[in-house]
């Protein structure tokens, strides 16, 4: 082949690849395990430029820890419950899982001609019944041990779509995909009990070495250690069952401000008042309209009503705070009430402002005066204040200690105590839907809630089902949900909940160690192959997927699943950064709204974006999230057609650090075409060559050598970019040498070798036309010789009255008056002395030369 062809090339490799079982995994004990492993896709139907760089980036790592002697396992599958799927049939009449094997079918078709080294043989899909099987016998064996439990919770519930939301499928308060406003109601619930974990999750981050800090610091943050006082005011005239509140505060210093006592429109206080007052009920019943995410809540209008009740205050009796029923607080949180502090608060300032309520300050800024009428003053913990009704006095204090001399002050005086609490609420996992993992419990009449018996899993769930009906299918499908009682065989029925589908991503990267075993893992494989050595994903998973994951794998530990040492199941985490592709848009001239251009649609002039269609200008939007919606996506497949997989992947790899986004650019893309051609043609040359061995010899290998640790350094940290900058270099030199034929040929093979993890079909050809023994992916990793990256000559620039003008090239152990007299000999030293001789001269060994005249 006389020029670089990926259509030809790309596809042979990766039949040679798939013939040979290159990246087929099994145990061998003779080697080291390296599991790599990237977050896996939605079947969303196709992949997109930003799938390509995260399974790129584990791809570089996989095959060159192959390289390097490594057991590599990188698997590939597919999370594919979830409402899209739902939706779907929903529009089109057809059944979700249709939808979704086709839509996996079509992603693999995508994802295989780019190449990755990956496992095909232990794929799966969360929605077979295989997978979702086992994780009912997992969740069976977790609630045998005490890990789930069903209670009445308060949840986000769409009207229209009769199902509850998670949090995330709240956008302003209305749901997600049918635009209703979200109510808040009281349904029946299954919980995991990660609460009980709260104080080992986060403990447990300090042991994570090789994780991001920013993913410690949001996985810290939403775990929420604190510490406080838990106490309860005395109620006057409120019914009998309700003569104390318990209230837990974080700021126990500001009790000599507070100024009403709040509790959610679900506290049992707010309940029993409902059941005789209309209006309490009115006012609930609106409340319980709003979203239950903190977000909605703390930008929502803060309503509040006030029941005529009151509470005495703690340290005097006399001294009486009004009982507000307000939409700001969530039974979910501490105890569902809180005291309001609105000196040191903005939203009980705002809340106290608006219903007329006293604001009293607690503490000042220690220099400068505070209308704390207008503003609150709230200081940071590391701030000192000047307390003016506190529990030390009127020290000056920052806010920790004071909150400590609160806290001992109320203990001592028998005011509640101190006591440590998390943000981390159970993980709710019950989802009113079809397309989900079935819980596999039965609801019997005489038994109660019986669990099914695991010879009967996977409880599967029936392809006959419509979605022409608003609500889950699966409550009105009588053969499905009804049933006999696994416990006495009286008729019972099916729970119609299925899991969230958090919960298929939790233990996925367990399963792959033994993806076909007859339970949900198989203990010698898991202890093999766990823990995953290096994760990949996105940052918006560096809360939730994560922190469960870690759940589950405790959770598994447990119940007997995986050893005890994949507690932590992830040894180290890397989240990339976004492929992101400027937005071409204008305006219609009819409507005023956007108009959006795919990039083919474009024609970039100095800079300026132009219609090809009708010359228009156009606005640009730079480095822009990709979005369908925008129309700046960048569809892999057009640039494999155009350039080949080599390319796609050369480019997500070189143009910024991993970490970082990275913009798309058809110029950046055929740029890295053309330098992957000129590999090729260079190897073409080196083939061909039959030139002897000369002096240019050594230049090259030492060359060679120093490109082989720094490319070997930049893939071991994740510096792909500065890999490949080295190999852009190191490409220019082996061009330029004019070494003999055997230098060239093993530096070629060498560059190669260097190029494969991130442009695998080009480097086994240039391989095989080097005559590089077997597969380039078999290949060991070259290893570079530390004595010739020793360097025998040190270049060291000469500065004339501190100006560089000149550098020299001196042996690295030249004594300095013979450098002195080579530097004096210099043109430009002799030039600017014009026969003088210099003032000074000062050499530093090794590092510069100065000259003053």
């Known amino acids: 082949m006389s020029r670089y ?55 570089v790592i996989a095959r060159y820890k192959l390289s390097t002697g490594h057991n590599v396992l990188h698997p590939m599958g597919f999370d594919a419950f979830g409402m899209p799927a739902e939706n779907a049939a929903m529009a089109s009449g057809g059944h979700p899982k249709d939808w979704t094997y086709s839509n996996i079918d079509t992603m693999v078709g995508q994802m295989k001609p780019l190449g990755f080294g990956l496992d095909w043989s232990r794929m799966f899909a969360t929605c077979d019944p295989e997978y979702y099987g086992q994780q009912q016998a997992l969740f069976l064996d977790m609630l045998d041990k005490g890990l789930v439990y069903r209670k009445n919770a308060v949840v986000n519930w769409d009207p229209v779509d009769m199902t509850v939301l998670a949090n995330e499928q709240v956008e302003d308060g209305r749901g997600w995909r049918s635009g209703a406003l979200v109510e808040r109601r009281e349904l029946t619930q299954w919980f995991f009990k990660i609460s009980d974990m709260s104080d080992e999750l986060l403990s447990a981050l300090d042991t994570l070495d090789d994780w991001p800090a920013k993913v410690k610091t949001m996985q810290a943050n939403w775990i929420g250690r604190s510490r406080g006082l838990q106490f309860a005011f005395s109620t006057v005239d409120a019914p009998e069952a309700f003569d104390r509140i318990e209230v837990y505060t974080t700021r126990p210093d500001t009790l000599m401000g507070a100024s ?74 501490g105890t569902g009430a809180i005291f309001g502090c609105p000196a040191h608060d903005q939203r009980d300032h705002d809340f106290c402002t608006k219903y007329g309520l006293p604001i009293v300050d607690t503490f000042l800024p220690v220099e400068g005066d505070w209308d704390i009428q207008k503003e609150p003053f709230v200081p940071t913990k590391v701030e000192k204040v000047r307390y003016t009704r506190g529990f030390a006095g009127d020290e000056v204090q920052t806010g920790n200690d004071a909150i400590d001399a609160a806290i001992a002050f109320c203990e001592g005086q028998g005011v509640g105590q101190g006591v440590t609490k998390f943000r981390l609420r159970d993980w709710g996992l019950s989802r009113q839907r079809y397309w989900g993992c079935p819980i596999p419990v039965v609801h019997c009449d005489d038994c109660g809630v019986v669990p099914e018996k695991k010879e009967n899993l996977p409880v599967r769930l029936p392809d006959d089902v419509s979605f022409d009906v608003p609500g889950n299918p699966l409550d009105r499908h009588p053969t499905w949900r009804d049933c006999a009682c696994p416990s006495c065989g009286k008729p019972a029925k099916r729970e119609t909940d299925t899991m969230d589908t958090f919960v298929d991503s939790s233990w996925y990267f367990a399963r792959f160690t033994a993806p076909r075993a007859g339970t949900p893992t198989d203990l010698a494989d898991a202890e093999y192959w766990m823990n995953v050595d290096q994760y990949i994903g996105g940052i918006e998973h560096a809360i939730l997927h994560l922190l469960y994951s870690r759940f589950f794998a405790r959770a598994m530990n447990i119940t007997g699943h995986l050893p005890e040492k994949c507690k932590e199941p992830f040894n180290a985490l890397f989240t990339q950064g976004m492929v992101t592709h400027a937005i071409y848009k204008r305006d219609d001239p009819q409507t005023g709204r956007p108009v959006y251009f795919y990039p083919e649609q474009v024609e970039l002039k100095d800079g300026k974006a132009f219609s090809k269609e009708d010359g228009g200008a156009l606005d640009t939007i730079p480095s822009a999230k990709m979005s369908k919606s925008k129309n700046n996506v960048v569809d892999p497949m057009a640039i494999i057609a155009t350039y080949g997989a080599d390319t796609a992947r050369w480019f997500v790899l070189s143009d910024s650090p991993p970490e970082r986004d990275v913009e798309w650019t058809a110029a950046g893309a055929e740029a890295a075409n053309k330098h992957l051609a000129r590999v090729y043609r260079i190897a073409a040359e080196v083939a061909e060559l039959d030139a002897p061995a000369n002096d240019q010899d050594e230049a090259l290998l030492r060359e060679m050598h120093k490109a082989i640790h720094d490319v070997t350094q930049g893939v071991e940290s994740f510096g792909f970019n500065a890999s490949i900058a080295k190999l852009y270099g190191f490409t220019n030199t082996l061009s330029k040498s004019k070494a003999g034929a055997a230098a060239k040929r093993e530096a070629a093979k060498t560059l190669a070798q260097l190029m494969s993890p991130m442009t695998p079909h080009l480097s086994e050809e240039v391989w095989a036309l080097l005559g590089g023994e077997g597969l380039i992916a078999n290949a060991p990793w070259p290893v570079a010789d530390e004595a010739m990256l020793v360097e025998d000559t040190v270049t060291l620039p000469i500065q004339i009255n501190g100006k560089r003008r000149a550098e020299i090239s001196v042996p690295k152990d030249m004594p300095k008056d013979e450098v002195e007299k080579l530097a004096l000999s210099n043109d430009a030293v002799v030039k600017a002395l014009d026969g003088a001789s210099p003032k000074k001269i000062i050499v530093v060994p090794g590092r510069i030369v100065n000259v003053v005249i």
Not at 18 to 34: G, H, Q, V
Not at 280 to 291: D, L, P, Q
């Open 260 to 333: 009403f006592l709040g509790i959610s429109p679900d506290h049992p206080l707010a309940k029993a008042l409902e059941k005789d007052n209309p209006e309490v009920a009115a006012f609930c019943a609106e409340c319980r309209k709003g979203g239950t995410t903190e977000e909605a809540i703390e930008t929502a209008e803060k309503l509040g009503f006030d029941t005529g009740l009151t509470v005495r205050h703690p340290f005097d009796t006399s001294w009486e705070l009004p009982i507000y029923i307000a939409n700001f607080i969530l039974m979910d949180y």
């Open 5 to 59: 062809e990926p259509s030809v090339i790309e596809p042979k490799w990766q039949a040679a690849w798939d013939e040979a079982k290159t990246f087929e995994a099994s145990r061998s004990e003779d080697k080291p395990k390296y599991y790599v492993l990237e977050m896996f896709p939605y079947p969303s139907g196709r992949i997109h430029i930003g799938h390509v760089r995260n399974y790129t980036m584990g791809d």
